[in-house]
């Protein structure tokens, strides 16, 4: 088992920046690769950007690249999700997760933290 928690959510303004961090503990061995996916009210979830367990490859969502990057500190079994610029359209609970890739390439979840609440205001 793995287990996951977030931490650095919180409310902020259009255009402030926040960093969410998330600590992995448990079987880390068997982890492939980490990800980030949030949730807004009344919407399904949505795939943010996964890290390769290495940190050498990144992937993001179309929508949000140029914005969000994800990073690894593999001496800690953590990730972290720097989000610049942010929207109100941001506002979501953003999961952690450690997963793989299906064969069509499509980033898959396996394990979920608990979520961090965030929400920006206009």
């Known amino acids: 088992q793995v287990q996951l928690a977030e931490s650095g959510g919180g409310s902020v303004q259009a255009g402030d920046s926040l960093r969410l961090s998330c600590a992995a503990s448990g079987r880390t061995s068997s982890m492939f690769a980490m990800g980030w996916i949030r949730q807004s009210p009344g919407k399904e979830r949505e795939f943010v950007a996964a890290v390769s367990w290495s940190g050498a490859r990144t992937y993001y969502a179309d929508s949000l690249k140029g914005r969000f990057t994800i990073s690894r500190d593999s001496g800690k079994n953590t990730m972290y999700l720097q989000m610049n610029s942010l929207k109100p359209e941001d506002t979501a609970v953003y999961y952690c997760?450690?997963?793989?890739?299906?064969?069509?390439?499509?980033?898959?979840?396996?394990?979920w933290g608990r979520g961090t609440q965030v929400t920006v205001s206009s």
């Open positions: 997760t450690t997963g793989g890739w299906n064969s069509a390439g499509v980033y898959r979840a396996d394990y």
